[in-house]
């Protein structure tokens, strides 16, 4: 699954071939049993199964390798910059910047965990680590990109009650806790089964190959359908619903300010300048999570309910390109949030000098 893994692709060849050695096994014992020896005797002789398509370390992966390593440092210095300047001005530790703050530790766990690990995968093709390594770093990285998801829903819901109830104010950093704490603990939990349906897998035919996989987790197709929508579901499309719920609600509240101020022929905005700069800092942080990841996880949609036609249909330059550009998010938020208090930072300088 895209979300929960970000190398599926190499699983999904993976799994393939392991099918078809299944299979194999699966006529051989029949032909060893001595109570279907006489119906195997009747039957024509099976096809001899197709190779194994085992994956390899194309151009393509090459490419990817390369984009996701630059942006590992890009989106590692970026953050760590964002980290360095919340926690050296003590005197501004308002709420949004503990916002910030969780955004760009979430960041750091995509930088360090989900990058490297996307990176060094595609170059061995096989898993090389060890079955404890296996689940634990498909645990962590599921909590690095659910933790990524739900800190963004919770600035969407600060910046909402910003909107919608102003006078709260003073109650947002409590609140905004609560929520962060909520925000990170389901990260964990719901991370959680990685740990049990991802183990290591060999097979010796027609040569070694090891892989960190979910095949034989589940007892049939339709349970790891299940499991993967679940996961898509509160990975993207419940946050994603309530990003665009919140959104929807601050925009209705904005028009109907603008148009009472419209009627009542006031020149001032009813909405303070720097909570409206927060605003348009958080919609750009908020679109570019749902611009970024939307193709790569509509590309898994694609592949859980038609991987024969996504096969046909899609080459791997494009999955590798979707994921790469999902990978951008990271890099993003904190030059998002530069771009937005850099030139307020400047221009109180400004006027304190002059």
């Not at 790891?224 to 925009?251: D, G, K, Q």
């Amino acid at each position: 699954m895209p979300g929960a893994d970000p190398c599926w692709l190499l699983r999904k060849y993976y799994n393939f071939a392991l099918w078809i050695a299944g299979s194999a096994f699966t006529v051989n014992e029949a032909e060893s049993s001595p109570g279907l020896s006489h119906v195997v005797a009747d039957l024509p002789p099976p096809p001899p199964p197709p190779p194994p398509h085992l994956p390899r370390f194309t151009a393509a992966a090459q490419v990817r390798v390369t984009l996701t390593l630059l942006l590992c440092a890009l989106s590692a210095c970026c953050n760590l910059a964002v980290l360095y300047s919340a926690s050296r001005n003590h005197r501004k530790r308002s709420h949004v910047r503990l916002l910030i703050t969780n955004l760009a530790v979430a960041d750091l766990l995509v930088a360090f965990v989900v990058m490297p690990l996307d990176a060094v995968w595609n170059i061995t093709v096989q898993w090389l680590a060890g079955d404890l390594a296996c689940r634990t770093l498909m645990f962590l990285k599921l909590v690095a990109m659910y933790s990524c998801a739900f800190v963004t829903v919770v600035i969407s819901l600060d910046r909402q009650a910003a909107v919608l109830n102003p006078l709260s104010i003073n109650k947002a950093r409590k609140r905004n806790k609560v929520l962060l704490t909520v925000a990170w603990t389901m990260s964990v939990v719901l991370s959680i089964p990685q740990v049990f349906v991802f183990h290591v897998v060999v097979i010796d035919s027609p040569k070694r190959f090891i892989q960190c996989t979910t095949y034989g987790s589940f007892s049939s197709r339709w349970q790891e359908t299940l499991y993967n929508m679940l996961t898509f579901t509160f990975l993207f499309l419940l946050p994603l619903f309530i990003m665009i719920s919140c959104y929807s609600r601050i925009l209705f509240e904005i028009s109907k300010k603008m148009t009472e101020d419209m009627q009542l022929r006031r020149s001032k905005n009813n909405i303070p300048r720097a909570r409206m700069r927060t605003l348009k800092m958080t919609v750009v942080i908020v679109l570019s999570f749902m611009v970024c990841w939307t193709p790569y996880y509509m590309l898994g949609l694609w592949y859980w309910f038609c991987p024969a036609g996504l096969e046909e249909t899609v080459s791997q330059s494009l999955s590798h390109i979707l994921f790469i550009f999902g990978l951008l998010n990271a890099c993003l938020d904190p030059i998002i949030y530069g771009l937005f208090t850099i030139p307020l930072c400047m221009r109180h300088m400004y006027f304190r000098y002059r």
